[in-house]
């Protein structure tokens, strides 16, 4: 890492102390350490042992989409008591829950989907020079970038689906020019079935394993001088004069020159303790890991049943499913069921009988990834503290994201400038 002078005597004494061992509180651990500011890190497990751990790892332009899309809250009224649907909602007896469900409504107009899509796609554009960065100063990212193949049954829907994407991409990344459909289809990836008649390539897209990549940058923090406590959870802060003066842990007391809260799930007791409620729900994703043969070559979309397969470390992470059923961690063994039935589509008959699941698979995993309304993620100053920050709610792309929500954060702290990329991801927007 470079260190760049003058960064510490602008945040005063003390370390800035991230909250939160996952991909974004490490990236931007990462881009404060470079500038030669002090930084220790507050994690209440292991560095990236949350939802960093179990995701397909994609670092991708094509689907950095808002999930709150026109249309998706009454595919989720239809999935009320189908717990093998892709979206799956059950209910709660939770005024919290309610509200939150109208707001996600509110946010799934066309023009609040395009104003979202287009505002992500913009953060999102210097995603892989980050990465490139990243790795030409010696992080270990494990990126690759094979290209996303998007698998279809049906050669409308695969039509459908790249027309919208190319109204939605606007020139910012390569697509093809038409679906391939047939037996071609298929063919462009080896690990698909006969049953996949059309799909499309988008090339260059990435996947990193999300769990190493984490681990490689706790290493280069620690080569760094960074202090990482692991096994502390942040319980609160201590506050003085609109200033957060030191992190509160189980095992005692941080003090600090600054906060930023990236903790996924847990950040909204953070930031109730500094007096705001923000309104994140739980949007469980499941995963698992199969040796397949055939593996893909390519990550891979299964367009109709909206599940995906990612070539990680020698095997290949079979992950799907967007469930809304409360801040929970449970594990519902039917929606495991659910997506290697799904991935049996497009990938064949790998297994026979879903109890046969049980000595085929490995790791089954399920996370609560971080969703606020709007489907766009919270990067901003909290409002009424000087010096505390929040990094949280990305949803799905918190991999995809990481570096330049670590990059463009670590600028904001350094110059208390909020960084034009910024804007559509303020604290505001929730209050309206």
């Given at each position: 890492?470079?260190q760049?002078?003058?960064?510490?005597r602008?945040l005063?004494?003390?370390?800035?102390v991230?909250?939160?061992g996952?991909?974004?509180?490490?990236?931007?651990?990462?881009y404060?350490?470079?500038?030669?500011?002090?930084?220790?890190?507050?994690?209440?497990r292991g560095?990236g042992?949350?939802?960093s751990?179990?995701?397909?790892?994609?670092?991708?332009l094509?689907?950095?989409?808002?999930?709150p899309?026109?249309?998706?809250?009454?595919?989720?009224?239809?999935?009320?008591?189908?717990?093998d649907?892709?979206?799956?909602?059950?209910?709660?007896p939770?005024?919290?829950?309610?509200?939150?469900?109208?707001?996600?409504?509110?946010?799934?107009t066309?023009?609040?989907?395009?104003?979202g899509?287009?505002?992500?796609?913009?953060?999102?554009?210097?995603?892989?020079?980050?990465?490139?960065?990243?790795?030409?100063?010696?992080?270990?990212?494990?990126?690759?970038?094979?290209?996303?193949?998007?698998?279809?049954?049906?050669?409308?829907?695969a039509?459908?689906?790249?027309?919208?994407?190319r109204?939605m991409a606007?020139?910012?990344y390569?697509?093809?020019d038409d679906?391939?459909?047939?037996?071609?289809?298929?063919?462009?990836?080896?690990?698909l079935?006969?049953?996949?008649?059309?799909?499309y390539?988008?090339?260059?897209?990435g996947?990193v394993?999300?769990e190493?990549?984490?681990?490689?940058?706790?290493?280069?923090?620690?080569?760094?001088?960074?202090?990482?406590?692991?096994?502390?959870?942040?319980?609160?802060f201590?506050?003085?004069?609109?200033?957060?003066?030191?992190?509160?842990?189980?095992?005692?007391?941080?003090a600090?020159?600054?906060v930023?809260?990236?903790?996924?799930?847990?950040?909204?007791?953070?930031?109730?303790?500094?007096g705001h409620?923000?309104?994140l729900?739980?949007?469980?994703?499941?995963?698992?890991?199969?040796?397949?043969?055939?593996?893909?070559?390519?990550?891979?979309?299964f367009?109709?049943?909206r599940?995906?397969?990612?070539?990680i470390?020698?095997t290949?992470?079979?992950?799907g499913?967007?469930?809304?059923s409360?801040?929970?961690n449970?594990?519902?063994?039917?929606?495991?069921?659910?997506?290697?039935?799904?991935s049996?589509?497009?990938?064949?008959?790998?297994?026979?009988?879903?109890d046969?699941?049980?000595?085929?698979i490995?790791?089954?995993?399920?996370?609560?990834?971080?969703?606020?309304?709007?489907?766009?993620?919270?990067?901003?100053?909290?409002?009424?503290?000087?010096?505390?920050?929040?990094?949280?709610?990305?949803?799905?792309?918190?991999?995809t994201?990481?570096?330049?929500?670590?990059?463009?954060?670590?600028d904001?702290?350094?110059?208390g400038r909020r960084?034009?990329?910024?804007?559509?991801?303020?604290f505001?927007?929730?209050?309206?």
């Amino acid at each position: 890492m470079t260190q760049e002078s003058g960064a510490t005597r602008a945040l005063g004494s003390g370390p800035v102390v991230v909250v939160g061992g996952g991909v974004v509180g490490l990236c931007t651990a990462y881009y404060l350490a470079a500038a030669g500011v002090p930084v220790e890190v507050v994690e209440r497990r292991g560095l990236g042992s949350g939802v960093s751990r179990g995701n397909a790892g994609w670092v991708c332009l094509s689907h950095s989409t808002p999930v709150p899309a026109p249309g998706v809250l009454r595919y989720a009224l239809r999935s009320l008591g189908r717990p093998d649907s892709p979206l799956y909602l059950r209910p709660l007896p939770d005024p919290a829950f309610v509200r939150w469900l109208w707001r996600f409504w509110r946010s799934s107009t066309p023009s609040a989907f395009r104003r979202g899509y287009a505002a992500i796609a913009e953060l999102n554009r210097g995603t892989f020079d980050l990465f490139d960065g990243l790795h030409e100063a010696g992080v270990a990212t494990t990126l690759r970038r094979p290209g996303m193949v998007h698998a279809f049954l049906s050669p409308t829907e695969a039509r459908h689906h790249l027309t919208v994407q190319r109204q939605m991409a606007a020139g910012r990344y390569e697509l093809p020019d038409d679906v391939t459909t047939g037996n071609e289809a298929y063919r462009l990836d080896p690990a698909l079935s006969p049953k996949v008649r059309a799909a499309y390539l988008v090339r260059g897209e990435g996947v990193v394993d999300p769990e190493a990549f984490a681990r490689a940058l706790g290493d280069a923090l620690t080569a760094s001088g960074v202090k990482i406590h692991e096994d502390a959870e942040a319980v609160g802060f201590r506050s003085h004069g609109g200033r957060v003066a030191a992190v509160r842990t189980a095992q005692g007391e941080i003090a600090c020159a600054a906060v930023v809260i990236a903790a996924g799930m847990r950040s909204p007791g953070l930031l109730h303790s500094l007096g705001h409620r923000l309104p994140l729900q739980a949007g469980k994703g499941y995963s698992f890991s199969v040796d397949l043969d055939p593996a893909p070559r390519h990550t891979l979309y299964f367009g109709e049943r909206r599940a995906v397969a990612s070539p990680i470390g020698g095997t290949t992470r079979i992950a799907g499913t967007m469930e809304l059923s409360g801040n929970n961690n449970r594990l519902d063994w039917r929606r495991i069921v659910a997506v290697a039935r799904a991935s049996r589509h497009y990938l064949g008959r790998w297994f026979d009988d879903p109890d046969d699941l049980v000595t085929l698979i490995r790791d089954p995993w399920v996370g609560g990834r971080p969703f606020l309304p709007d489907g766009l993620p919270l990067i901003d100053r909290v409002p009424g503290h000087a010096n505390a920050y929040a990094a949280t709610g990305h949803g799905m792309l918190g991999v995809t994201l990481g570096p330049v929500t670590g990059r463009k954060l670590a600028d904001y702290i350094l110059t208390g400038r909020r960084p034009e990329g910024l804007v559509s991801f303020r604290f505001d927007r929730l209050r309206r």
